[in-house]
Nanobody, 124 residues
Framework: QVQLVESGGGLVQAGGSLRLSCAAS????????MGWFRQAPGKEREFVAA????????YYGDSVKGRFTISRDNAKNTVYLQMNSLKPDDTAVYYC?????????????????WGQGTQVTVSS
């Protein structure tokens, strides 16, 4: 099993940056694809980014390409989401998730473990 705890959310002005962290426990972290999703009020949960076990391959949702970067440190059992050039539309609860079920990485049902989420609010 994998337990996930997100941190780093908060309130930031448009154009600013935040870095989210997701600390994982469990022996299978280093072999799991890790992803970030987000859910804004009244909207469905949306794929943000995912990274493979080695960190050598990453995939992003269209709305965050060029602004967000996902990375991981397997020695620390942690995955990160660096968010730059933030916009009010990025306001959401951000969730970290672990995927042991394979592709496609953008599909929520491929993720079998989820964190509790961290709130990101971008003011205009």
């Amino acid at each position: 099993q994998v337990q996930l705890v997100e941190s780093g959310g908060g309130l930031v002005q448009a154009g600013g940056s935040l870095r989210l962290s997701c600390a994982a426990s469990g022996r299978t972290f280093s072999r799991s694809v890790m992803g970030w999703f987000r859910q804004a009020p009244g909207k469905e949960r949306e794929f943000v980014a995912a990274i493979n076990w080695s960190g050598g391959s990453a995939y992003y949702g269209d709305s965050v390409k060029g602004r967000f970067t996902i990375s991981r440190d397997n020695a620390k059992n942690t995955v990160y989401l660096q968010m730059n050039s933030l916009k009010p539309d990025d306001t959401a609860v951000y969730y970290c998730a672990a995927n042991s079920l394979g592709t496609p990485w953008s599909v929520q049902s491929r993720y079998d473990y989820w964190g509790q989420g961290t709130q990101v609010t971008v003011s205009s």
